[in-house]
């Protein structure tokens, strides 16, 4: 266990990440605060694949999925928004201002536009027209094991390079102790138009329970939607597991359904309890998440993994 305030977010950008929300905890304030704050650093940020600079869809275009759920089961999402810089906020501001869950598409736009969020030019960063030239010479969607760049471990799928994620997810627990989390990508690179991932749907990338725990997913969002990922976490640490033990499990299960075709793709789940005890657990060697604690902000483990 550790001391409250705690924070955990998923790959390498979390550290940057963190030490935003961190900003929000360290001040005493509310741990749905520092989520949204926390993953808008990565939204933000050009040299990352997450929000506007991350890959489009197969026609260029780039789509963002993002949700937010805090300590009283009050949830927001958007998905397949096209424009707007931060996706969490607009998912907040769904959760908070409508009387809906989830907004998609041009109606999201429309909501975002509305809220006084500016449209952005519909332009790919210079990574991401690179990648979608070269993926366009091919046009063949197929998984691509999220990994981060570390020593001699090679992404396959059809964009090669480095930190080839499209995600980050974060759950914080504040001082007094309330949980929240969130979750923000630009999905799957090349996927079909109109394809939504986990990452916009609460319960699959990303579960809140204040009373109990907290779990979020990242990597192939078809499979983590399949058994629901982020929720069965929560559900399995309800049974008694701790953090690590559920977030295996949780991957356990995808290996069983995904049988041989396990190794052709990454699932990597996140948690922490409300007696901020943190644990993760991935399919595939290559995930890293950060956590940040009074003692330490910016640590940065390598998750155990399954194949
Ligand atoms: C998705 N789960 O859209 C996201 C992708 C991801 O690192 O996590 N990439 O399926």
Known sequence: ATDKPLVISTWN????????????????GR????VEAGVMVTEASQNCCVGLGGNPDREGIV??????????????????????????????????????????????????????????????????????????????????????NSGNQKPTGPVGGANNHDTIAMLAQDAHGNLSGSCTTSGMGFKMRGRLGDSSLIGSGLFVDNAVWAAAATGQGEDVIRM???????????????????????????????????????????????QGQHGAYSLQK????????????????????LL
């Not at 950008?13 to 005493?28: E, H, I, Q």
């Not at 956590?291 to 330490?296: A, G």
């Open 63 to 148: 789509t963002l999925d993002a949700c937010i759920m805090d300590e009283q089961f009050n949830c927001g999402s958007v998905a397949a928004l096209e424009r707007i810089k931060h996706p969490i906020a607009v998912a907040r501001r769904v959760m908070e201002h409508t009387p809906h869950v989830m907004l998609v598409g041009e109606g999201a736009q429309q909501f975002a536009v509305a809220q006084g969020f500016p449209l952005e030019p519909q332009k790919l960063s210079p990574d991401a027209d690179k990648a979608y030239r070269e993926w366009l010479k091919t046009s063949q969607y197929r998984p691509v094991i999220n990994i981060e």
């Open 286 to 305: 290559g995930f890293s998440y950060a956590v940040c604690t009074p003692e330490n902000q910016q640590q940065l483990i390598q998750s155990e993994y």
């Open 228 to 274: 629901a990922g982020a929720h069965t976490v929560v559900e399995l640490m309800r049974q008694g597991l701790s953090p690590k033990a559920a977030c295996k499990a949780a991957v356990e299960r995808i290996a069983k359904i995904k049988g041989a075709k396990a190794h052709d793709i990454q699932v990597c789940f996140i948690a922490v309890s409300n």
């Open 13 to 28: 950008d979390g550290l940057a990440a963190n030490l935003g929300a961190w900003k929000v905890l360290s001040k005493g």
């Open 31 to 34: 741990a749905l605060d520092a």
